[in-house]
Structure formats: C-alpha cells, structure tokens
C-alpha cells in the first residue's frame, strides 16, 4: 500500500551495494596481494584498485544503459539468444554462489566448528541463503537495510580497538624495477583483487531501481569499497605481516584477536566479530542466488510472484549440487579455468552485446536520414574504451590458479577433528604451557609441559590463590600433545584461556610449532611467549617475526 | 419427529449464509408465527402481544425483547405506558406514524423492513416493536449488556498518563476514545461480523488523516470472510493478517484509551470489537510494539532511556539462554577466564548436560508462568514466589541445574517482562527456544544463523504495506519520518510530523498558531 512499488530507496542500494562486495572482499585481498605480489603487494592493491575502478565504471555505464534493468531488457531484445544468456547468467551466479558458500564454510569449520563436518556447515548456510533469495527485491532491500549495521558496528569496533597494533613498516614502499614490472606476479596480485571484488557486477541489476541519485549512489558505494579494502588491507598486513597473511586465507581473522575490550569484559572479542562477519557473507552469497533466481525465472517465463519459489528451491539445490560437484577434479579445473580467464570477460561481453543490440534496434526505429547520421555518442566511446581495456587486462594473463585451487580444493582436504568438544567439566584448562626441545629424540619431537587449573576446591577470589596440576609428555606437534594429555587424564586441555607459554632455549628451534599454533583458533595470539633466554613476546608479534624471518 | 418438523421449518427460513430470507408481512399473525418458530425454546426471548386502543379501533401490537440484555424499565417507560395509555385517545390517522413520531419516549428508534436485522437488534439487546397491518418493526434501543465498569488498567499500566482501560463494552470503548478525540471528523464506521455471534465492530479513524486506501483495505478484509463467531479482537487479528503462518503480531491490541486516541491522531485506524476489552490498530510495526504512552508523558530523556532499555531487553530475552548455551559448549574462549572457572566448577555437580539444564529451567519457569496465568490472583503470585525461590534453589542443590542457569533463566524472564505488549512478549519467549535450538547444534554460528532467519522473517514483513521493521527500513521513502519517534522519543516539539501512514497533506501535527 505504501511501499510494495518494485523500487528501492537510496539507503537500500547502498547498502546492498556495500554488504554484497565488502564481506569476501576483506578477508581474501590482503591474502591475495600477499601471496601472488609478495614485498609488492602494495602495488598490488593499488594497481588492482585501479582495475576494479575501470571496471565499476563499465558497470556503471551498463546499468544507466538499460533504465528497464538488465534482466529485462536481456529478456525483451535479445530472443532465444536473449534466454540461453540468461541461463548462462544463472548458472554463473549459482558457481560463484558455491564459492563463496564453500570458502566461507571451510573458514567457519577451521574457526569455529572444528569437530563439524564440513557438510553440514555447508548445507545450513547454503538453506539459509536460499531463505534469504526467496524474496523479491524490496524485501532484499530490506533485509540488507536492516542487517547493514549488524556487519558495520562489529568491523568498527576492530577498526577501533586495534589500531595501536598496527606496525607501518611493513608498508615501506619497495624498489621497483623493470623485472618486477614484467614478472606477472604484480598483475596477477592486481588481477586477483579485481576478481575477489567482482561481485560488484551486481550492482547492474540494482543500480537503476533508484533512478534519482544514480551516480552519488554508485560513488558513495565505490568509495565505500575502496575505503573498507584499503583498511582491512592495512589492518590485517599491518598487524599480521606479509609473511603470515601469505600463509592463509583465513588468517586475516586472526585481526580480530588484536581487539578486545578492556578489563577482559570480553575476553575474546574475535568471535563475535567474526559471528556478524557471517551476516556480510550472507549478502554476499545470498545476492548471487538471489540473482541466479531471478535469471532462471525470467530464462523460463515465469510468474513471479508464484513459481519463484520453486525456482528458489531449485537454485539452493543447484548451488548444493555445485558443491558436491567440487569433489571431482576436473569440474574443479574448469571451475578454476573459468574464474581466471572467464567470469569477468563474460561479465563485460554480454551487456556490451545488449547494449550493441539495444542501440541498432534504436537506430533501426528511428531510421530517418538524421537519425543514421546520428553518431554513437562520445560517452559510449569511452565505455567502450574502457572495455577493451579491462579485457586486455584479462588477456594479460593470471596465475593465481594456486589460490582458486586452495578454495574449491578445499572442500576435499577438509576433515573434521575426530574429538568432539567437551563439556566445560570434562577440561582441564591450561594456565601455563612450557615447551623444550627433545634432544634424546629426533629433531622433530619437543617435551611438553602442562599446567592446568584444579578447580575441585575452587571458590573465586575469596578461596586465595588456585591451586594447580601439572602433566608432561613429549610429542611432535601440539595437537599430538593434546591427544596424549586427553588419553592419559580423560580430560581436554583447554587452551582457550592459556595465559604464558615458555620456551626452553631459543623460539627459533620452535618454529613449526608456532606455524602450528598460528592456525589455532583457540588459542589467544594476545598471550605472552617468554624464551629461556629472558626474551618475552606477545604470541602474535612472534608469530609474526616467525613468518617474515624464516622463509618457506 | 416434531422436534425434527420444528427443526426444519427453522431450516427453511434462513439461507445458506445463516441469514433469514424471509420478509416482515403486513400481517401480525404471520410475523409472530416467524417469531414464535425462531425463539422456540428460548426461554430468555420475551414476547408480548398489545392491543392499543384508538379511536379508530383497537391496534395490535407485539413486542419482543431478550430478557437480561434489555432496559425492562426502560422498554415500559418509554414504549408500553405512553402506547397503551398516555398517547390511548389521540386521533392520527396513520397510527405507525403516530408511535413513531410522537408516542414512543426515545431518540433511539428507528423502523427496519428486514427481518435479519431486526432479529439481529433483538439479539442484541434491543426492543422490536410489530404493528398489524405494516411490514416493517420498529427498533428502539433498550441495551442494559452485563457488563462491568471502567477499570484501572492493570495489563499496561504506566507510572504517568490516565489510568482508565477498556471494558468488553463495544459502546463504552468507542466512547472513551471520543471522549479524548472531540472532533467531528473521527468517524465510526460499524458493522457486524460472524455469523453466529454477529459481534458488533467499529472501524474509527480521523477521515481528514487515515489514508482511505487504509480504511478501505481494512473494510474489505473484514468483510471478506464469513466465519461463526469472533469472541475478540484477537480473533479477528489473526482472520485479517496476510501471514498467519508469522509468529509476530502485525496489529498492536491495547486496553488504553489514550493509546488509541494516539494512534488514530497518527493517521492510523482503530478497530473495536463488541465483548472484547482489546483494541487492535492497524498499521503496526516492531518499534510501536515496544512503546509505551509513559514515553511520551515523561521528559524526551527519560522516556529515550526507557526505550533503549525495553529494545535491549527485547534482545535479552531471545537471545541470552542461546548465547550462554553457545559460548560455554562451543566458544568458550568469550568468557573471562574466572568466570568461567566459576562456571565450570559450579557444574561439577550438575548431571546434565548444558543444553539440558537450560532447556530444563526454561521449561521450569514457562510451567510456573503459565501455573501463575491459570490460578486466581493472589494464589497466581503465591506459585511464582515459590516457583523461583524454592524449586530454583532445590533445583541447584539437587545439581539439577548450576546457579548460573538459574540467573540466565531469570534475567531472560525479567527481560520479558518488560516488553510492553504481551502478545509481543510472547513471541519473543517462543523465539528464545528456537535459538536455543540453533545455538546448541551449532555454537555462535548457530546462533548468529538464528537470529539471520528472525531477521529475514522480519524483514518481509508488513503491516498493511509499512515495512514491519520500519523505520530502520524503508527511510527516506515516501519523505518517511519515523526517526524521531524511534529509539530516541524526540522532544514533543520536535516531533513536527506525522510518520508515513498519514495522508501526505496532512503530514504536519505541530505548527505555532497563526504559522
């Protein structure tokens, strides 16, 4: 009656717009910079910011192309053809849907749910995201109206929180020469960043349902982009190091343990932040169903209002089956083939055909000897232009196959922890931890030594000070460690609330085990580390200086 | 077998929609047949037949009435005394005129041809007047309902502001609102819906202010559907929602005059349903359902700080037992490290598991909750009393449950108790098991998967088009002005404009005079 006019008002496009980019954005640009452009990550990003600002742009002048809406312009002018494109459009949407599902689920399982199987991780997500596409797109915009802030509060409160852990000479700006130019591994760092924040191609079927402030909308959403990836690229290599965001794509979450509320009021304020960070996932996943949805429905003429829900239902179920489809090794080839040299030709392709077909059809109509005169305007030059630039770019070539490989691999590799989590009495919670080389042994194995809280007779501050038990054994790996403790006391050690580790000797002797707990979760990276030598460390700096000293 | 003809013949004079096909004949004895076949067996139905004499010659008339809802007094008073005997030698010549204009001592007659509706007056609660030789009744209306008076309001009572509250009176509710909105343009609209009960409805709204389309949507939904009976506004409620599959209410039900009043000068519309103390007004969305009128009679401040408080609780009491339930099983890296020894050392002697214990305890309190509901008033209070006190204390020295359990389940409660409505309680209360649920299989990602899915149900929601989950949605549509009334209660003076569901010319609400 007041609202239910198929538009969306000027706060809702922005906040689609920021929820469906931001979210994969933050967590895998530092990661990917890092890792393909090595001390050039800088360049990187900036080169890449520059490519993804073409290719904005592009999208821009796409969507003021078709005031009806893509979709249905691509359903009106372009026939049979018109239908396969959209199907080709919806089957896109539904693999970079299972993408973004099977990277997020993984990260989940690795942070979270370490004794899930990743399944059911994945097919509570994917049903939930299915939920969430059902609607039309007023009710989208709704949704990410109202979830905006649940994203936006928690990531300013890291911005907040941690700012003092930012180390800036990790940002000193390296030599360049023409060796690094002509490498490739710089373009493929800036090429990985416009493919991680592709998703703004969306933004094609939402710009133009608010039709009075296209272009402040459009900038206010690139700015915030660039301005969230810019900051969670200092933050996380900032704070983290090149060195040790190289090594993971998850590791950027390890930022959100440098965040925490004074007087421990909560103790690790990372797992919330990561909790709402799921919200930004949500969109992000979410608006690729919500779009493959749409594309089926119109590809097969539907009613909207009725049988959507069907094509929902089918769209969730196809997203599922793409997952399963990633066990085998050559759709993973092609998935990983058509990410690198496709996704984002065919995102730039189409519409420029449409916009070919929409304008000689134009012409054709208006076919008067002034109106065949009339040249193609001096804007659409420019876009154009910026076309083949963006594809010549694409054709330049990538090699981040490693980095697409280690996501949809991932779904193979991952196996749930076969302990499952204890109950709070069945823990043995670990105050201290010291660790020592095993010289009577092989060069692998260390002597660990836990000491742990006896809370038999424990009664808060009033009952003066805690007593402790304490168990050693000697193990190869911590999480070995942890097998041992449990087999031989019945109990979990808990090192969630782990206050000191010790090194006997030199930490340089423990560096596979700091890689070790640098992908533990559980363990704070806030906690002191002290060597025999006198030396002490918070967990992170050490990490830290671990990851850019020792090369792997 | 004559029970079986007498059914048959009553069969016959109703259609298919229950309503009497038949018509009032000229004829007397015709229509007291009708009569005679419809209140057999009605022991309350009283019946009379006069003879009234005029110079013409004597006139027969007949009067029926439901004993226990009618005014006898008033029906002898003002009907058979100047009828019979004050108005007995006059000369008119037509006599239906006669009792209608000059003898009948009341304002409130009028003459109807259908015999649905008389039938309909008669039932409730109004005298039917038959005159051999017209086919038409007069109705007068002689309404004495059993009712009780005008109570303090006890179910949302408030620390400033009128205390009165409505009554199951139809008549006594629509007049509490008049008597707070003077103005000729608060129009009353009335009808009746249910086949069977034939319960009386006001649909009142400001005609200068309520969208139309409003106001003919809501007429429209309440005449789509033929049902037996509405016994309250809570029924009706869930016949003209358009997702009763939704927990949430998308109308807010009242028992406060003034909040009535509030809502129709808003632009909003009022619907009061005969037998039922509970207004429900339409439009209505989650930010209303948590205000209270205190708001607005305390100072802006005040009233600001009471509605943070209320929307954090609102919080609590979904989500509390589902996060303890998710940070000590999954993530309990949250919670501070002596806290968590507390925690864990107080469950050493618990034997179920945390799931359980909560889910236990929160069983425990709905029990005592709903014991206290069904128990007469003191006895109600006597069983919460000893619910929390004795039961929670046996329960954690049993080491059914630790005493942390205890407070999350408490907190949770207190934080129910203070949502204003509580229709709306409810569906938080309800809303906390399901988090629960998903906290429990899945720690803080359950948790937060829970709440996406209240969050995405509530995003599609609305109440006759205005976005339930307004103004944090839809702003700056249609020049939408709902921030000053929102979390914040801006100043009076500040809150110049009404929200949304107003027409557009009539937006403005303050202005200084002669502006």
Redesign the interface.
Known sequence: MYLDNGKISTRQVLRIGILENIPIGIILVPFITTKLAGPYHIFALLFGLILFSLYCLIIYGFSRSFPLGFIDTLHTSMGLFGRILEGVYSLRYIIKASLVALFFSLIVQQYMLRSFNLWVIIISFVLICGYGSARDIEKRGRLLEFLFWWMIVPLIFVVVFSITNIQWDVFSIPKMDISVITSGNLWAGSYGVLIVLSSVELMIMTIYRERKHQWKNSLNIFIWIVIAIILAYIYVVGILGEGWVRNGQGSALNVMQASSFANGTIERLDYPIFAFWIIGIFATASGFMFYAKEFAGSMLRLERAKSYKWVTFATTLLVLITMILYNVSWFREFVVAYILWADIAISILVPSILWIVQKSKQIAKQRTPKAAAKKIPAGNVIKLFLFMACTSVILTGCEGEDIVNDLVGGISQSNAIDRKTPSLEGRSYVIRLGISTDTEASESSYGFAFETADLSEYSGDAGGSLKTNSYSCKATSVDEAIELFFSENGTTPDMGHMETLLFDGDWHNYTELLKELSTMPNISKAISVTDSLGSEYTLRELIKTMYDTVSY | MANNNQNTNVESLFDSNNKLKVNIKPSLDENVSVLNTLFDKCGDAVQKPFIIEREQGPVRIHIIYIDGLTDNGMVEETIIKPVSYEWRYENEKDIWDSILYREAQTVDIKEETSFDLVIGSVLKGDTAIFVDGYAKALIMSTKKLPLRGINTNDSEAGMRGPRDSFNEGFRQSTALIRRRIRDSKLKVEQSFIGQRSRTDYAIMYLSDIA?P??VE?IKNRLEKYDIDAIYDSGMAEHLLEETPYSPFPVFQSTTRPDKVAAAITEGRVAIVFDNSPEVIIAPANFNMLLQTSDDYYNRWAVGTFARILRYIATFISVTLPGFYVA????????????L??????A??LVTF??VLEVLIMEFLFELLREAGIRLPGPLGNTIGVVGGLIVGQSAVEAGIVSTMVVIVVALTAIASFAIPNEVFASVFRLLKFFILLTSAC????????GL??I??H???L?S????Y?AP???????GMAGSQDFIVRSPIKVMVNRP??AQKKSRRRLKQKGE
């Open positions: 969208k389309e409003l949507e940070i000590t099983v999954y993530q309990s890296e949250i919670i501070p490290t002596k968590l020894y507390a925690i864990s050392s469950r050493s598991p945390i899945f720690g803080l990602y359950g948790f937060i998967l996406l899915i969050a995405i509530l995003s599609e609305t006759f088009g205005v976005p989950m944090t949605v839809g702003g700056g549509i249609n949304i569901w």
